[in-house]
């Protein structure tokens, strides 16, 4: 109960801060840099939720001990929230930047293309009725959806012309954040990962409760 607490006002700090924190100029963002705040932790959340949706997935085809299975789904559903957030996030930033919502920049195609992925592992996931046989294919689509994940965040965006900014892990080495901007920027990435955290406990322990039920 004081984690709940403590993550709701640690949040609500950062996004104070987020709104007021003095920043640098980069390109013509401007004031509309801010949003970075948001987007790239919730990207960076939904990367982490995925690729342990793939750790969860190999421990269950190894141990076939079934709460593996609640994790990944667990994992994945939530990996598959911050995507769309990640997704609205961007698209509102592209309106004020490029003019329209949506461009089919290969960023905004990327993540487009993984919430298409796992929202397929979930209608995979319901059209099952069989427990055991669900969470077998669901594990090896959960593996195979991870193994492209890397690619398509990290890889693919690099290869080919974008009119997306430099990332904030990009090839120059550089950081374009002031010392108040990274700070905030860490601090937002690490409020976002503790509310992904907090949930997917939540989840994996009414799973168990769910388990001992049956």
């Known amino acids: 109960m004081v984690i709940k607490y403590l993550l709701f006002v640690w949040l609500a700090v950062v996004f104070c801060f987020a709104l007021i924190a003095p920043i640098p100029s980069i390109g013509n963002m401007g004031e509309r840099a801010r949003i970075l705040f948001f987007h790239v932790p919730m990207a960076w959340v939904a990367t982490i939720a995925f690729i342990m949706a793939l750790i969860y997935g190999i421990k269950y085809i190894r141990n076939r001990d079934i709460l593996y299975d609640y994790k990944a789904s ?4 939530l990996g598959l929230v911050f995507a769309i957030l990640a997704t609205i996030t961007g698209a509102i930033w592209a309106k004020f930047e490029w003019g329209a919502f949506w461009n089919w920049d290969p960023r905004q195609t990327s993540i487009f293309i993984l919430i298409l992925v796992y929202g397929a592992y979930f209608a995979l ?3 099952i009725e069989s427990e055991e046989q ?4 669901s594990s090896v689509y959960s593996i195979l959806a991870g193994v492209t994940v890397p690619f398509f965040i990290f890889v693919f965006p690099r290869i080919v012309e974008t009119l997306h900014p430099d990332p904030i892990v990009n090839t120059s080495g550089k950081l374009k954040m002031n010392a108040a901007m990274f700070w905030v920027f860490l601090s937002s990435l690490a409020g976002f990962l503790g509310l992904f955290a907090w949930i997917l406990n939540l989840k994996i322990r009414l799973a168990k409760l ?3 039920e049956k």
């Open 210 to 212: 769910s388990l001992r």
């Open 134 to 137: 669900r969470a077998k294919l």
């Open 125 to 127: 996931r319901s059209a």
């Open 74 to 77: 667990s994992s994945a559903a």
